[in-house]
């Protein structure tokens, strides 16, 4: 509250962060600006919040029920984080098309649906499943975090338990 920021600049920062314009927040990942007001559902809360900016200040940040749309807390500060994991800039669309364009090779996919799809990677368009595409953005494909421990200590990495018996018992409820 407080912080000067663009309306307009921050709506299309949540764009290229993967958040969906639509014309009600009521889903993780969507914003909508109306007048002064900026709504957006960020993956990091159980509510989505409203800024209300006076100009470029934002005035008021509070968190709403995407239901009822009724205020349900008066907060100070927000963080917005990207709403999905797979980002399409201009680097990684081209490499997101290849990745597409090699899935469906193999499993037979019809041309006319891969033109969908990759129409809606062109145009920015976050889609259910993209995520999928994830190994063919990077070299080599995905690593886990043991393989980044690995490279990072070549010894290996070294693990504590910090509460073996709880550990036990979480493994077994899951």
């Known amino acids: 509250v407080g912080q000067e920021y663009d309306r307009d600049a ?15 927040v009521e889903d993780v990942g969507t914003f909508s600006v109306r007048g002064g007001l900026l ?6 809360y159980d509510k989505p919040v409203r800024l209300e900016f006076f100009g470029d ?3 008021s940040i509070r968190a709403f029920d995407p239901e009822s749309q009724r205020t349900v807390d008066a907060l100070k500060e927000v963080d917005l984080v990207p709403a999905r994991e797979l980002l399409l800039t201009e680097d990684t669309r081209p490499r997101a098309e290849a990745a597409a364009r090699a899935v469906a090779d193999r499993i037979n ?9 990759l129409d809606a990677l062109r145009e920015g368009l976050p889609g259910f499943g993209l995520e999928g595409l994830l190994p063919g953005l990077f070299e080599g494909g995905l690593a886990t975090v ?10 290996g990495p070294v693990f504590y338990l910090d509460d073996p018996l709880e550990l036990s018992r979480a493994a077994d409820a899951l």
């Open 57 to 59: 200040t934002i005035d």
């Open 10 to 24: 921050l709506a299309r920062k949540l764009a290229r962060m993967g958040y969906q314009n639509s014309p009600m």
């Open 146 to 155: 043991f393989d980044f421990l690995r490279a990072w200590s070549p010894e």
């Open 109 to 117: 996919l019809p041309t006319i649906q891969l033109r969908e799809r």
């Open 39 to 44: 709504d957006v559902f960020s993956p990091l």
